[in-house]
Structure formats: C-alpha cells, structure tokens
C-alpha cells in the first residue's frame, strides 16, 4: 500500500497579517496577461495652509486577480449592492456624491458645507 502523506495543517479562519483595506475610488484597471488588475484609492484631506483644507487621494492598493476571483469579487459586490437597496434612506446609507479626485469642486462646496 502506498504511504498517506502526512495532514496538511488547518487554515485558519483569520489573520492578524491580513490587511483591513479601505478605499473610496477605482481609478483604474486593466488586464495583463490574463491578469485582471485594479488601483484602489482612498481620500484624505492635508492641511495646506492654517484654516485651508485640500481633499486629495492616495494609493492603498494595487489589486491583482485571476479572471475566476474577479468574476467572484463581482458576485460579490452585485450581493451589497442588492442588500444596500433593501437599507430604508438615511443619512448613513445614502450614496456618496463622486469622489473628490473626479470632481474638485463638488467636493470644495460639500466640504465647506460640512466645515460651516
């Protein structure tokens, strides 16, 4: 009889080394070789001068997939997607305008807004 090979460890549920990754916009993306790939950025806000805030953005993450984890990952945000529709309207479920990277001057009037 053949030999068992010894057991794999377990995998486990979670890592301490796996990153929690928060992003705003997906300002590009492209396919490389089979490869699908995505930039992730998220927006943050420097204080150029006393009293002059500026939103800018800033790379978290450079996403690289196989064709089957994009299609998976697409399954998944159509998923949100249909449960934020079930979220009745409040101010903490609504949409967010574009990202100010897009459009700087939407962003200029929301922030001042919120400034007062």
Excluded: W
């Excluded at 377990?10 to 993306?29: G, K, L, Q, R, T």
């Excluded at 699908?36 to 978290?60: M, N």
Aim: overall charge negative.
């Amino acid at each position: 009889m053949p030999e068992q090979p010894d057991a794999l460890p377990p995998v486990p549920e979670a890592s301490a080394m796996a990153p929690f990754i928060y992003f705003d916009i997906v300002p590009n993306f492209g396919i490389n070789n089979g490869v699908a790939a995505l930039t992730l950025e998220a927006v943050r806000f420097t204080l150029d001068s006393p009293g002059k805030v500026s939103p800018g953005c800033i790379t978290v993450a450079h996403v690289r997939t196989s064709i089957e984890g994009l299609r998976q990952l697409k399954r998944a945000i159509e998923g949100l997607e249909a449960a934020l529709h079930a979220l009745p309207a409040t101010p903490q479920a609504q949409m967010l305008p574009p990202s100010p990277c897009d459009n700087h001057a939407l962003h200029q009037a929301l922030l001042s807004k919120l400034m007062g």
